[in-house]
């Protein structure tokens, strides 16, 4: 008499054969969310350490976070880096999608040696150029101060130096996947370049705009170099450079402030990746079906 066979219940199966993935997936997640975790803690622990017998401290308070805006200048260092975000990346946007848009749909002399310079300069370090930005905003600052050092505006310029590099390019490539048809019916229509560009160009490509943006904020809120540099003032300090001084000199630096200070300047990214997130996905998906 042979024995009866069972069969595999559906969810037993499935169980089998994905816990693998789950247990990978549990694992990143972990692996992603205990140093934000180890952040949280620094930043409500009131002893203003960085070592902590226990994950979440015992005696939580919010104590760091009055003392981080009772004793230093927060306030102004976290307006500094969000406007210097916001104008940076919507100028950046703007600049690299009308130079993407020339190189794109002109043909003109010094086309592909343009794009090749602009490619090549972006392989030597931001360092480099110090000196030399240094020297020229030296001399800006002794006939136009509002425009020079210690000045958010003088430190957009700097940034904007740089605004058409590699996004440039980025851009470039996608104008190319639309259809130089649209132009044309455009032109028969009679809308002038200005026209085909913000009315007809623009829309189609968003999501690459969205993406550049993102990066750009992204880069601006946590730059650090030229920051050093340029911002001397306590009152002109971005974050970035403002939470280093609390902690760069101080031998018993309170390590508190510098985790909450983390803390907030992170949510503007966090609401800028959710603003956009839509265009996103759609600015990385889109690629496998135009056409």
């Known amino acids: 008499m042979t024995a009866p066979v069972y069969r595999d219940r559906p969810f037993l199966r499935w169980l089998r054969d994905n816990s693998w993935r789950h247990l990978l997936l549990w694992c990143a997640v972990a692996f992603a969310l205990f140093p934000i975790l180890f952040v949280i803690s620094a930043a409500l622990n009131p002893l203003g350490t960085l070592s902590s017998s226990h994950l979440v401290p015992t005696r939580a308070s919010l104590d760091n976070a009055r003392e981080l805006f009772a004793t230093t200048p927060f306030g102004a260092w976290y307006v500094n880096s969000i406007v210097l975000a916001v104008c940076n990346a919507a100028v950046t946007v703007f600049l690299s999608a009308l130079a993407a848009y020339a190189f794109s749909r002109f043909r003109f002399t010094g086309r592909r040696i343009g794009l090749l310079g602009i490619l090549l300069i972006q392989m030597f370090p931001q360092f480099l150029a110090i000196v030399a930005i240094y020297l020229m905003f030296a001399t800006v600052t002794d006939y136009w101060p509002p425009i020079g050092f210690d000045t958010r505006w003088g430190l957009l310029l700097v940034y904007l130096g740089g605004a058409l590099s590699v996004n440039t390019w980025l851009m470039k490539g996608f104008f190319d996947t639309?259809?130089?048809?649209?132009?044309?019916?455009?032109?028969?229509?009679?809308?002038?370049?200005?026209?085909?560009?913000?009315?007809?160009?623009?829309?189609?490509?968003?999501?690459?705009?969205?993406?550049?943006?993102?990066?750009?904020?992204?880069?601006?809120?946590?730059?650090?170099?030229?920051?050093?540099?340029?911002?001397?003032?306590?009152?002109?300090?971005?974050?970035?450079?403002?939470?280093?001084?609390?902690?760069?000199?101080?031998?018993?630096?309170?390590?508190?402030?510098?985790?909450?200070?983390?803390?907030?300047?992170?949510?503007?990214?966090?609401?800028?990746?959710w603003f956009l997130q839509r265009y996103i996905v759609e600015g990385l998906t889109s690629g496998a079906v135009k056409g």
């Not at 002038?192 to 690459?208: G, S």
């Not at 943006?213 to 306590?234: C, K």
């Not at 200070?261 to 966090?270: R, S």
């Open 178 to 273: 639309i259809p130089m048809e649209l132009d044309e019916s455009a032109k028969v229509d009679g809308a002038t370049h200005a026209q085909a560009f913000f009315r007809i160009m623009l829309p189609l490509v968003t999501p690459v705009l969205a993406i550049v943006g993102l990066l750009v904020f992204i880069n601006t809120i946590n730059e650090f170099l030229l920051a050093t540099v340029f911002l001397r003032d306590p009152e002109a300090k971005t974050v970035a450079l403002g939470l280093y001084s609390l902690v760069a000199d101080e031998r018993n630096a309170n390590f508190g402030l510098f985790a909450v200070g983390t803390l907030l300047i992170a949510l503007p990214t966090m609401a800028v990746f």
